[in-house]
T-cell receptor
Framework: EDKVVQSPLSLVVHEGDTVTLNCSYEVTNFRSLLWYKQEKKAPTFLFMLTSSGIEKKSGRLSSILDKKELFSILNITATQTGDSAIYLCAGIASGTYKYIFGTGTRLKVLA | DTGVSQDPRHKITKRGQNVTFRCDPISEHNRLYWYRQTLGQGPEFLTYFQNEAQLEKSRLLSDRFSAERPKGSFSTLEIQRTEQGDSAMYLC???????????FGPGTRLTVL
């Protein structure tokens, strides 16, 4: 059965710290991996990764996919309290529409 | 705001009652998805529409659950004879094409007493 596993489950850091969130996946006919940020509402899209080894960046956030080792990381540099959220990753297989989500990493950034 | 909208945002009901939720996708998106999310878990896929056709239903969707998208625009999710285990956040998402990024609505939080 397809699955996505995230680690750590939760993380507490101080403002200014750099964090790395992990996502490993086992998805048949894997096509893409997505990262979402979820605060007290719906997930908001961060990145879609399809190619291995190509880093995607958006401000202080960056992510990369390793299709050989079947994992992705999400880096957040110079964390701010507004980064506090649950970070979800999801795998999607070719020709399907179902996102397989992990349980998320709950990040708390302390001032 | 041209994002995905859902209504209501919160619903409290008594066990055994029926509830219906509505989702309005992004206007040009012809693909619509329903997910359920419980505390501490990621969203779980429930069902998928391409235009008005319901193409997939998860086995999580018992016969008490039904979803429709009659005109290929908004969708409704109905839960009949609600149970306490139905308490969750029900999320709707839409996308332009298969495999495209899914954009989520704010969700409907259901509490069954």
């Amino acid at each position: 059965e397809d699955k996505v596993v995230q680690s750590p489950l939760s993380l507490v850091v101080h403002e200014g710290d750099t964090v790395t969130l992990n996502c490993s996946y086992e998805v048949t006919n894997f096509r893409s991996l997505l990262w979402y940020k979820q605060e007290k509402k719906a997930p908001t899209f961060l990145f879609m990764l399809t190619s291995s080894g190509i880093e995607k960046k958006s401000g202080r956030l960056s992510s990369i996919l390793d299709k050989k080792e079947l994992f992705s990381i999400l880096n957040i540099t110079a964390t701010q309290t507004g980064d506090s959220a649950i970070y979800l990753c999801a795998g999607i297989a070719s020709g399907t529409y179902k996102y397989i989500f992990g349980t998320g990493t709950r990040l708390k950034v302390l001032a | 705001d041209t994002g995905v909208s859902q209504d209501p945002r919160h619903k409290i009901t008594k066990r055994g009652q029926n509830v219906t939720f509505r989702c309005d996708p992004i206007s040009e998106h012809n693909r619509l998805y329903w997910y359920r999310q419980t505390l501490g878990q990621g969203p779980e896929f429930l069902t998928y529409f391409q235009n008005e056709a319901q193409l997939e239903k998860s086995r999580l969707l018992s016969d008490r659950f039904s979803a429709e998208r009659p005109k290929g625009s908004f969708s409704t999710l109905e839960i009949q004879r609600t149970e306490q285990g139905d308490s969750a956040m029900y999320l709707c998402a839409s996308s332009l094409a298969l495999g495209d990024t899914q954009y989520f609505g704010p969700g409907t939080r259901l509490t069954v007493l």
